[in-house]
């Protein structure tokens, strides 16, 4: 995607190629393939990334997976900021133990791929000695945590309709969805959808929901000052209290010390509005402005 873009920063690290991109609202990046693999950080913004059978849709803070020679193209559905990182195509055959990367595009969440991801941002934009050190550990760590999620993923085998309910609930996680919407959208019975969509996802349509909801909060918190209780309705919580209980119970730390871990204070922050739709292009400002 990144030959579609413009080029922010770009840092070749070892056998990673770490660039920031920019991609404007309504671009169409024309069916293609990468020689190498590739592993995407949402910074704002979303896409809609389509292969020869299926489609997924990608939000700020959505870290993703591509394996090289996929054939795919992409849509932006806002302006899109996102840190790309190309791994040479021997790398991984390299390491030892090798391993086991999906071999098909993947998205991954929770916890430790979240606190990757934005340590490996942190670090890009810092470039000072160390850096280039840390961004390889990260990254060794990232494809680790991609050849875990690739272990039995049923999502591969869900019928068509289901995994259309999946990409309803990706996108539209900040809206007020029920099972009823959501069946009638894919045209089954909202009890049939509830008991497929656990079979297959391991949870039920609310906790894909509510996961979502604090993967955005945790992305908002690492990226931008916006106050703990705007990102609580920014997300779809009732209060501040609910998102602390909730981030807590899903991230293991509460939202604060979350903030405090990823380090916004030390490399400045991006002031950008995160509403459904924005799609003004960050600024990025001073730490304390």
């Known amino acids: 995607m990144d030959a579609f873009g413009q080029t922010l920063r770009l840092r070749t690290i070892g056998p990673f190629t770490v660039s920031e991109q920019f991609y404007p609202k309504g671009l169409v990046a024309a069916r293609h393939s990468h020689v190498s693999d590739y592993i995407t950080f949402v910074l704002a913004g979303a896409f809609r990334e389509r292969y020869a ?10 870290v993703r997976f591509l394996p090289a020679g996929v054939a795919h193209d992409n849509e932006m559905l806002a302006d899109l900021r996102c840190l790309h990182v190309a791994v040479e195509p021997a790398t991984l055959s390299q390491l030892r133990p090798q391993p086991v990367v999906p071999r098909s595009p993947a998205e991954i969440s929770g916890l430790t791929a979240t606190w ?6 942190m670090e890009f934009s810092r470039e000072d000695t160390a850096s280039a050190m840390a961004i390889q550990g990260l990254m060794l760590e990232l494809l680790a945590e991609f050849a875990r999620s690739e272990d039995a993923d ?34 089954v019975h909202y009890v049939h959808l509830s008991r497929q969509f656990h079979k297959y996802n391991r949870c039920t349509v609310g906790e894909l929901i509510r996961r979502r909801r604090v993967q955005y909060a945790s992305h908002l918190l690492a990226h931008s000052n916006t106050p703990l209780a705007e990102i609580a309705l920014i997300c779809g919580f009732s209060d501040q209290s609910h998102l602390s209980y909730l981030f807590k119970r899903h991230m293991g730390m509460s939202p604060s010390k979350f903030r405090s871990l990823a380090g916004t204070s030390s490399v400045g922050v991006i002031n950008v509005d995160f509403s459904p739709g924005a799609n003004a292009l960050p600024r990025r400002a001073a730490a304390g402005e």
Do not use: M, Q
């Open 53 to 62: 059978t299926r489609s997924i849709v990608c939000r700020a803070g959505a």
């Open 116 to 121: 990757l991801a934005n340590r490996l941002y």
């Open 154 to 187: 049923p999502a591969l085998v869900a019928p068509h309709w289901l995994k259309r309910a999946v990409e309803i609930v990706e996108s539209r996680f900040l809206e007020r969805l029920s099972l009823a919407t959501i069946a009638s959208e894919v045209g």
